[in-house]
């Protein structure tokens, strides 16, 4: 969870401050922090006001030392705050001032981190994957989807329904519900004179009554590149977030772990970890891998991952072999295979094998090992229909095909022309479309034991885990390139 030291509205041509908010609870721990890390005071910069503010911010990313409009870091001087946007280790400063720009406005705010900033130019790189920095970023969004709806006047009792917003959204500093159409009814309707049966918080305006479930869903992608050569290493990446839907009575508190698989095949550990404002959990994420949290009534994205991947965890293999007979004919061989650790069962699995600059199909002669085989609708490719498993004993499917086209267009007069110029002589490329329930290439799950929810109540608990990828299978003379 993010806790925020100070938040500007500004208008875009810089000429006011719209509106400002501190924390003092927050400044008091940035205080501390600084303190334990032993700069104390003379490393501490205070939070200047709105007119020193605006003469020290610059949102031009090439005033910056790298152009980092996002994670910039402002030197403040500490007799009358006035400066430029600069990393500037010596002197005290700001850091780091995240802001976004939306319309006619910047919404910028301060959060509070719990180390110094990177020593290392190489290091600002990163900066963006520190979970406070991505709370960030996604509480200024939602400040700014309340915000435009007063612009472009922003009149006193506008920017007053503004404050009281962020006064229900985040009344300490640390943002506690950013539901903009809950909040935004909260702050100019207020809430109903029905009586309460016990004290409601402020920004749960309504609980919800019924059956009572909490439903993960993690959604994993994975995109990746082979080569059919041994000095080339094959490269892979793999996404994922965690999507909740809880529809529980009260204001309960959930807390869950995450966990790898211990069936066959390896689990991929952990690179970044990026939570909800919701998220109470505090320490490294990554280590210990327990998130508590306040659900909000309507689904949201608890967390978004990457993992550290190689080569070796794609899922399917390919090879891709295509030969030109003549300007009109070719012959091509398609070889996958299913990694012994991958799970067969797929909902569909679609290969298109597209020649975006030869002429349109004019017959295919092709003998797939599986599945079926036709012309897609603007006769330009081949769409081959795997099915929902790899029913060979060896999981490996192929397709054997001649294909005759009508004369190919001319060649784009320069590299700048739509068409695509990569499908030359015989490089071509092949797509892959396939979805895998319960199954993640990393690993991850939730356990379903070690859910917890206080107060304790009886709900049901459901899980869901898919892998969407798609991808590319590359041909260049002998070589294979796969792309999920």
């Known amino acids: 969870m993010s806790s925020i030291r100070a938040l500007w509205i500004i208008r875009d041509d810089l000429s006011e401050v719209l509106l400002s908010r501190r924390f003092p609870t927050v400044e008091r721990r940035a205080q501390l922090l600084h303190s334990q890390h032993g700069g104390g005071r003379e490393a501490y910069a205070t939070i200047p006001n709105e007119v020193d503010f605006l ?12 152009g980092f409009p996002n994670a910039l ?7 009358r705050g ?15 001032l995240v ?16 180390h110094p900033p990177p020593s290392n130019v190489e290091d600002w790189d990163s900066i963006i994957n520190i979970p406070c920095i991505t709370n960030t970023v996604s509480l200024l969004e939602d400040i700014a989807v309340f915000a435009l709806r007063y612009s472009p006047t922003y009149s006193t009792l506008q920017l007053a329904d503004v404050s009281m917003l962020l006064s229900v959204a985040m009344p300490l500093g640390s943002p506690v519900d950013t539901d903009i159409s809950r909040l935004g009814a909260i702050v100019t309707s207020g809430f109903g004179s ?7 918080p402020a920004w749960k305006p309504y609980f919800y009554r019924g059956q009572q479930l909490i439903k993960f869903t993690l959604r994993e992608k994975i995109r990746g590149s082979q080569y059919d050569r ?5 490269v892979a990446s793999v996404s994922g977030a965690i999507d909740v839907e809880a529809a529980l009575e009260g204001m309960p508190d959930v807390t869950i772990s995450l966990s790898h698989r211990k069936d066959k095949g390896k689990h991929l550990p952990l690179k970044t970890l990026a939570v909800h404002p919701c998220c109470t ?3 490294d994420l990554l280590v210990s891998r327990k ?7 309507e689904p949201f994205q608890l967390c978004h991952y990457s993992c550290r991947c190689s080569g070796a965890n794609l899922p399917v293999r390919g090879f891709y072999q295509l030969k030109s007979i003549s300007s009109t004919e070719v012959r091509l061989l398609l070889q996958l295979k299913l990694m012994a650790h991958v799970s067969n069962d797929f909902e569909h699995f679609d290969v298109l094998l597209p020649f975006p600059t030869r002429g349109r199909i004019l017959s295919a002669e092709r003998a797939p090992t599986a599945g079926s085989v036709s012309v897609t609708k603007d006769g330009k490719g081949l769409l081959w229909k795997v099915g929902a498993k790899f029913a060979s004993h060896n999981l490996e499917v192929a397709l054997p095909a001649t294909v005759r086209f009508e004369d190919a267009p001319p060649p784009p007069p320069s590299p700048d022309d739509s068409v695509d110029t990569f499908c030359r002589d015989d490089t071509a490329y092949v797509k892959l479309y396939f979805r895998m329930r319960e199954y993640t290439v990393s690993g991850l799950n939730v356990d379903s034991t070690q859910i917890s929810i206080y107060p304790k109540t009886k709900a049901q608990v459901a899980i869901e885990r898919y892998t969407p990828p798609t991808g590319t299978t590359n041909t260049d003379s002998n070589t294979a390139r796969c792309t999920w």
């Open 99 to 114: 802001f976004i720009q939306r319309q006619d406005i910047y919404c910028a705010a301060l959060p509070l981190l719990d």
């Open 230 to 234: 041994e000095d080339v290493e094959n």
């Open 82 to 96: 006035r400066g430029t946007s600069q990393r500037d280790r010596e002197a005290a400063s700001l850091w780091p």
């Open 55 to 66: 003469a020290a911010f610059d949102p031009d990313p090439r005033n910056t030392a790298r």
């Open 73 to 79: 870091r402002m030197r403040c001087g500490q007799a």
């Open 291 to 297: 998130m508590a949290f306040s659900p909000p009534l």
């Open 194 to 200: 029905a009586p309460l049966a016990y004290r409601r």
């Open 281 to 283: 959990t505090q320490g």
